[in-house]
């Protein structure tokens, strides 16, 4: 993963699209008239990218999603040729064939007739999204143009959770993005990293209310240690009782020391500053068998 080269350097053959956000529009919703018919709601973020590798536009959940808002098979006004937006507070005019372009997307689905999309107080059709990213979409829909480079991850999820496959697709060999795949990827192998992640962080943060210098004890371990010998003691005050925070086994072909520098670099790549680790202590019980665990200590400085 450090030899990827994620320099975010500018490509004179992008265009680049000039969007102009405006002030927001004091969103209201018009009185429901009573007509009888339960109208499906727009199931517009609904679905939350979260993260790059949990794409939420493959068909199997958009059909979920759209599923949840079924309306037992009755149908809401049809869509004008020409659709006014308001996306997140930005304002966009396209046709209706535009955001239909590719039958099989959210996007699409949303527009079908099928659900009903919410309004604005000057009559504009809502998607709660970011407006500006939204620009890029409708660009590539409307030309195929591509986003800027440092607009291609935040462009990947959001085409990932409008179902936009063919965006994604094309996405997927932008640098910025084969980074970041390959990066959420290699964190993978290992279990729970992000909630580890997050207790290290936390742990930092306590210790280093004096010394500003957060020590984190940390067990590893790709496998679990079996004794071989009835003569080992399992209670005999291992240096692992020292860890803060304990991650594995895991099944991936990565030993211990793959895990602690993937952790260095990831939170050295978030801001923090982290000194480089010592090499594994290990523990110096022996009866008939040595113990073969160990532990990392890891320095944040806060």
């Not at 949303?110 to 999204?129: H, I, M, P, T």
Request: some cysteine.
């Amino acid at each position: 993963m450090d030899n990827i080269n994620c320099d975010s350097s500018d490509d004179s053959s992008v265009e680049e699209i000039d969007i102009k956000p405006i002030r927001p529009v004091a969103r209201s919703r018009p009185p429901q008239q009573q007509t009888g018919v339960n109208k499906a709601r727009s199931p517009a973020r609904s679905l939350s990218p979260n993260s790059v590798l949990n794409v939420s536009g493959d068909h199997a959940s958009i059909k979920r999603c759209l599923d949840n808002y079924s309306s037992n098979n009755s149908s809401v006004a049809p869509f004008p040729s020409v659709v006014p937006l308001n996306v997140g507070g930005i304002k966009y005019v396209t046709r209706l064939s535009t955001l239909k372009k590719y039958p099989d997307s959210m996007l699409a689905a949303l527009f079908s007739g099928r659900y009903q999309v919410d309004k604005d107080a000057e009559g504009n059709f809502f998607l709660d999204s970011n407006g500006i990213l939204f620009g890029y979409l409708l660009e590539f829909l409307r030309n195929g143009l591509m986003p800027p480079k440092e607009q291609s991850v935040p462009l990947y999820r959001e085409a990932s959770y409008y179902g936009l496959h063919e965006l994604v697709e094309k996405l997927h060999y932008m640098p910025p993005v084969v980074c970041l795949l390959v990066k959420e990827a290699h964190k993978s192998q290992f279990p729970n990293y992000e909630d580890v992640k997050e207790e290290v962080i936390k742990v930092a943060m306590e210790t280093a209310t004096f010394t500003k210098m957060g020590e984190v004890v940390i067990h590893a371990f790709r496998n679990e240690f079996v004794s071989k010998v009835n003569t080992f003691n399992p209670k005999h005050g291992c240096i692992i009782e020292s860890a803060n925070v304990t991650i594995g086994p895991w099944d991936a072909p990565v030993d211990e020391e793959v895990f602690i520098k993937c952790l260095e670099n990831d939170l050295r790549e978030d801001g923090f500053n982290v000194k480089p680790h010592e090499p594994k202590k290990k523990c110096r019980y022996y009866h008939g068998q040595s113990c073969q665990k160990y532990v990392y200590r890891l320095q944040i400085l806060l």
